[in-house]
């Protein structure tokens, strides 16, 4: 636990961050995690990635953004990205955080630049996957993910299982019929809002995962952990639930065999693919999320 929160602490320090993002050394070690700094370098990937059977979501990496500018430019980059993922034919959907469409600015600026990104999402086919961030986000996040789906549809929300609320917050959006991703969450949070344990978290997301199995709208288990995903798969064949009527969720460049493995037998699984150059926060989350990734990161160093 002493390395991961250490990671998240480094995650969130600015000055580091600008050294680290201009750094060509850090890019190549990246290049795993990382689609490209630009568009067109991840649609290339989930073009690839469709033709292997495997769904995608596309993510323009960025977060925090402090003026109406940046949030423009968000906006912009989505619709464009939209535009591309119809006009290509791609299986992908887009994820979005709120802190990069301005929500530490405005609730309303957020609201009208998400809202045009969902719009267009729903004109060529797609939806929005409305990603959770800090404990501090959770209680605007929801009720913009509510409002949104009250009316247009196309949007999917978070749950994060570490979170003591999360019982709550599901049962809200199952009763609203949102669709959702469940994953573990990867802030630091103090104990009395979070489950600090793996074993709590692993129970947790069981509990969560139960829920969604019996009065979920299509969700989608964000994991990478191989007990839990043949825990829901036993539990889902139990219920006689369809291989299609949910689908499991990893992060591009990691677990990748497992996931070829479910897609070989039959599942279904969605790659989120992160682009753009503002990756450091996102990078440092992930290892802090799988510290044994720090092994991969290390020898692509001494390659250097």
């Not at 609730?107 to 501090?136: F, P, Q």
């Not at 019929?177 to 104990?191: D, H, I, N, T």
Request: charged residues 25%; proline residues 3%.
């Amino acid at each position: 636990m002493l390395i991961r929160r250490t990671l998240l602490w480094l995650s969130n320090r600015r000055a580091l961050r600008r050294w680290v993002e201009t750094s060509p050394v850090a890019r190549r070690v990246t290049s795993r995690f990382i689609a490209g700094l630009q568009l067109q370098d991840a649609l290339e990937v989930c073009r690839r990635l469709n033709v292997q059977g495997v769904l995608v979501t596309l993510d323009h990496l960025g977060e925090h953004v402090v003026s109406a500018e940046q949030v423009h430019a968000s906006r912009q980059a989505y619709l464009e990205a939209l535009g591309q993922i119809y006009e290509l034919g791609l299986n992908s959907t887009v994820s979005v955080k709120l802190s990069q469409f301005g929500l530490d600015v405005s609730e309303s600026l957020c609201y009208e630049n998400v809202e045009a990104v969902v719009r267009e999402a729903a004109r060529v086919g797609t939806s929005v996957e409305i990603d959770m961030e800090s404990l501090a986000y959770v209680d605007r996040t929801l009720a913009l993910v509510r409002r949104l789906h009250a009316r247009y549809g196309h949007v999917r929300g978070v749950i994060q299982a570490y979170l003591r609320r999360s019982r709550e917050d599901l049962q809200l959006l199952c009763e609203a019929g949102v669709p959702v991703r469940l994953c573990k969450g990867a802030y630091s949070e103090p104990p009395s809002a979070a489950f600090t344990s793996r074993r709590q978290i692993r129970q947790n997301f069981l509990r969560l995962a139960e829920i969604l199995l019996a009065r979920g709208v299509y969700p989608g288990f964000a994991t990478h952990d191989q007990w839990l995903i043949m825990e829901i798969l036993r539990r889902a064949r139990e219920r006689g639930l369809a291989p299609d009527s949910y689908e499991f969720q990893m992060l591009y460049g990691i677990r990748r065999e497992l996931g070829r493995r479910l897609v070989a037998d039959g599942y279904r699984v969605r790659l989120y693919v992160p682009y753009g150059d503002a990756w450091y926060p996102y990078f440092m989350r992930r290892l802090g999320e799988h510290p044994s990734n720090l092994l991969l990161l290390l020898v692509n160093l001494v390659r250097g």
